[in-house]
């Protein structure tokens, strides 16, 4: 049972990937691809290998067992272990070896991360094509400029489309750099590789090919990607927050240089007509930016790995994602019901 | 189907108090005492009001419809008043007589605040009980103060619990102090009572007086009663993020001056106990620091009614309040399994 | 030499307090208070307490030696100190008993809040004293009324100008209680007052007495008093900001509701009179919001002191001080330039 | 005349490049290049242009008179340019032809920001090559981890400084990639470029071949470019962060694995050695942690031109930049001081 609300910010399809199945299934697909790959290098026995891919598979977490788990731990990956351990049978001492939670939390992350920044792609191909589509329908009518809360010059339609646009654009190609830097997480115990043994190096480079994500060296306590993903977010939504912002403001009634279709009713005026789809896009890009600074706090990441700045990120980094999942498609909505005044 | 996470970081007793039964429940309440008031005063007839009256007591919502409604309008109550007067049958016309949606909206979430500020004290008592306990039973210990992170002079437990129990002490008084200062809203569309007649003050006093709030001039497009319950809930997140955190400095192994029962277990490492508790508050506090900042970006209210500011707080207040709340019972928790080092 | 911004949102008068002068005077006044005080009960002779209150009538600081001080140990106290002795000649060993840095640090910040709190009420006085006069004036012209950005009903300006005056006449209030609570700061270097002996209540009760300050507990690692404050001044700049983003949105060229004396030339277009004055409210006013959650992270203050936290205390505060300062004189200039549409 | 705390975290060497004397010239100089490349390509005449340049090579600001502009006009550019006009004789009305203020503005602060990012750079070179040395002299030295605040296992304090340097190499490459991505801002009025003709992209072109920028279309209305330069800033201080949080951890006199030379000393307690530089590197990061969340806010930035976000940048960037500053110094210091235990 969702809050109201999320009928108005909510995105049920970026929230679905923070929720356990698409979370545990994460988890578990970095778990086979450790197993896997240290079968294939020798590191276990390739068919132990094979009964926890096979485990995998087949898996069916005892969820509130999870819950109890990262209550106790912090973290859900103990608990998780322990299960598949014993799903694998004679294979599970062979499970999570030389790995540390850390390893699998935050790998099984950035698999959830590309899968978010794919679809946030295609959305925001979708607000670039109705904007070229009003482009392409009215930006030759002229509207006046305004700066500074002033009537400056006229221009076009086309003109001020263009300033939505361009940062649209790069923010585009700024999200499809971000899924292929991706970076894998593992570094196991302390952060130095050393439980994996001599084919660590090996090992990171196979997992991180199987996984589609870029090798790194452990950033464990380095939580820079976490940062570029976010501020790409910031990004997106504050566009879309000067775009909703300019509606609002072409939209009053004095001015009526854009027509909104669908506005909202008021529960005591009659005749208005809301531009709640501009002044949401409005309050997600707040609501983003004041995140992007809280997350940031993160950066101070004591020790080998602190439990306090990284349970942060997990406060703050899902909501970030959902908030400009449905910032995008407001927008798109946004856009397909706005006309420039002739 | 709630995040993992929520098993480390919610609180579902607050959290239930932001999702639809309660918000709708409150709203009502809400439509329910302008009716009854209005019935009083004359504003309405008698008789109508107690249709309405009724039909709040049997209503059965719509909810997809209210949802659909908020998705649309911006806010709950346009939908949620067509199909109160639907239920409210020959009454219908005079329900919501004068009011804004705003009117309902915030009254209806200072009425659920009251509730939260209620179980928030209960907790926060609890959490003065196992210092208190604590100081009774460990106080004369004596404790390496630290300053500067370098060890200062000795002092006892019972000083150190001091300087935890003041500051909460202080905001136990606070947030009394806050439950009463709750104000209720009413200002009709443009927010200065004219569109509830000559009796408006006398309205608004008898509401308020039913919904045992404080009597208020509207402020519709003044913030400050919001701010001040997110600054109560901020400084008792921000007090108990220090205990975490001087928790989880006097248990480090090499400091041993604390042990915490029940620490979190590692996934490489078995000899570990991590101060998952502790973290997690410091955690907790710098989430509701950054959220502080960024629901004040809402103070900037334009106009009579600002959609964007208000939507930004519905965003940000309400995970706020259940961070404070899962604070205070992991903070209650954290301290009973504490004891000083003899 | 300043830079050129400071000509916008800079207020020398505000900023002057945090300024070596200032602080220094403020260190010294809490150093003599103490030595009096301590005079006064016996816990130095009465004639040391004397001469460390000439040296510090007389005291001329070396500036260069304190600012190297403070680079070296992190606060300037010690350096300050130092110089103090050597100024009080034989009294010297009797400077500074039992008191710590932050005992001087946080009460010679009391003392310039004092000052601070008392220039913002005045200005808020005038900003109050100006909306008056334009109610007095211009009160009974309609105007329209702006909800979600869209028009809604006539109301009058009175309406409109009540809506500014209420929240600032409850901060005029908020001002004067806060300067009234501004607690001493005194507990010795662990901050149980230990270090002033059998007589340090009494001390206590007795320096807040001759200082004007609130006695209380120590609060060395509970910033509360000093989030407090942060509060409210983003309390005023958040209603400022409130009142300059309605007064660019009247002034635009379609709504002219509003004429604005004063505007700002363009380099470019000779025709605009940008809405200047009210821009830099809703700068300011973002800023502090901003501001107040960078400032809420102090919280988490490690210990019985925290460097890192109280550091960041004197980066924000500061600031945050001066850009209400600020707003306060610039709303004043720019309501005494507005003028209601007929 | 400077606040004391200064001494403790600025930097006056990026200070200057925010104050007058350097903004201004940095203007002077886009006023300069504009008339260059509009001489070159024939919109003004080629001897103007010579006359405008020689105009600004000799240029003496009325100071005063430019902070008097700024105040009334929100930005210096109308002031200046009229100063300028006045100054390059006949020439002067082929000053700032087709220019808007934020043109001027928005480059001259690449002009800086381009300054700003190699003063950086070779101040994080230095803390590269003092965690190099530390690596040479005591990488092999043992140390023990630590996850979540508890003692892992041990490893070697290479492991450790290889944690500090890999996030500083990759924030030293993203430093020299914004420095190479600092766009020029070339729009006029209304930010379509019509202002400047015909030949208005090779004006563009050429006028960022001489300034050594990148071309780039008008982005007045979305400030990626300010928020990607703001992002690097916050993730260098963040990592300076992490690495102060962890020498204050490790020099904990209870851990004792590193000495720090040079700490504080504390007014109240002679035996203290305070790791003063640590903490002032955690505040920093916190500070610009925050300010990243606030500077976020201009995002939102509405129509063609925002005052008010517009300020809100100049407000908090140049303080992210000076905090920067000052932590690399501070970090070199801090690491050069610093000893792993034997």
Redesign the interface.
């Known amino acids: 049972?969702?809050?109201?609300?999320?009928?108005?910010?909510g995105d049920p399809e970026i929230a679905a990937l923070?929720?356990?199945d698409a979370?545990?299934a994460a988890l578990l697909r970095v778990e086979a691809a450790l197993a896997r790959a240290q079968g294939a290098l020798g590191a276990i026995e390739p068919a132990d290998a094979a009964r926890i891919e096979a485990a995998v598979a087949d898996f069916e977490p005892d969820e509130p067992a999870?819950?109890?788990g990262?209550?106790?731990?912090?973290?859900?990956?103990?608990e998780l272990?322990r299960q598949l351990r014993e799903a694998a049978g004679e294979a599970g001492p062979h499970v999570?070896v030389g790995?540390?939670?850390q390893d699998?939390i935050d790998t099984g992350l950035m698999l959830r991360l590309r899968t978010v920044l794919a679809v946030l792609a295609t959305r925001l191909d979708a607000v670039l094509a109705e904007i070229a589509r009003l482009d392409a329908e009215e930006g030759g009518r002229t509207l006046m400029?305004?700066?500074?809360?002033?009537?400056?010059?006229p221009?076009?339609a086309a003109?001020k489309l263009?300033?939505w646009a361009?940062?649209l654009q790069?923010?585009r190609e700024r999200l499809r750099d971000l899924a292929h830097a991706l970076p894998i997480q593992l570094g196991?115990?302390?952060?130095?590789g050393?439980?994996f043994g001599a084919s660590y190096e090996r090992l990171r480079a196979d997992i991180a090919r199987h996984l589609d994500l870029r090798d790194a060296?452990?950033?464990?306590?380095?939580?820079?990607p976490i940062?570029?993903v976010a501020?790409g977010l910031?990004?997106v939504?504050?566009?879309l927050?000067?775009i909703?912002?300019?509606l609002?403001?072409l939209?009053?009634?004095?001015?009526?240089a854009v027509k909104l279709s669908?506005?909202?009713?008021?529960?005591?005026?009659a005749h208005?007509?809301?531009?709640?789809g501009?002044?949401?896009l409005?309050?997600?890009?707040?609501?983003?930016?004041?995140?992007?600074?809280?997350?940031?706090?993160?950066?101070?990441?004591?020790?080998?790995?602190?439990?306090?700045?990284?349970?942060?990120e997990?406060?703050?980094l899902?909501q970030m994602a959902e908030?400009t999942g449905r910032a995008l498609t407001g927008a798109a909505d946004l856009l397909r019901g706005a006309r420039f005044a002739d």
């Open positions: 049972m969702a809050p109201l609300l999320d009928a108005l910010t923070f929720l356990p979370e545990i999870l819950r109890q990262l209550a106790r731990d912090g973290v859900v990956v103990p272990v999570h790995a540390t939670s699998i400029a305004q700066t500074r809360m002033q009537a400056a010059l221009f076009t003109d263009a300033t361009r940062p790069a923010h196991g115990p302390v952060g130095n050393a439980s060296a452990p950033w464990h306590s380095d939580r820079t940062l570029d501020q910031a990004l939504t504050g566009t927050g000067k909703g912002q300019d609002a403001l939209a009053q009634n004095e001015v009526g669908g506005g909202g009713g008021s529960s005591a005026m208005k007509q809301n531009p709640v501009a002044e949401v409005v309050a997600l890009a707040r609501f983003n930016a004041g995140l992007l600074g809280t997350l940031s706090q993160s950066m101070v990441h004591e020790n080998e790995r602190s439990g306090a700045a990284w349970t942060l997990w406060l703050v899902p908030a």
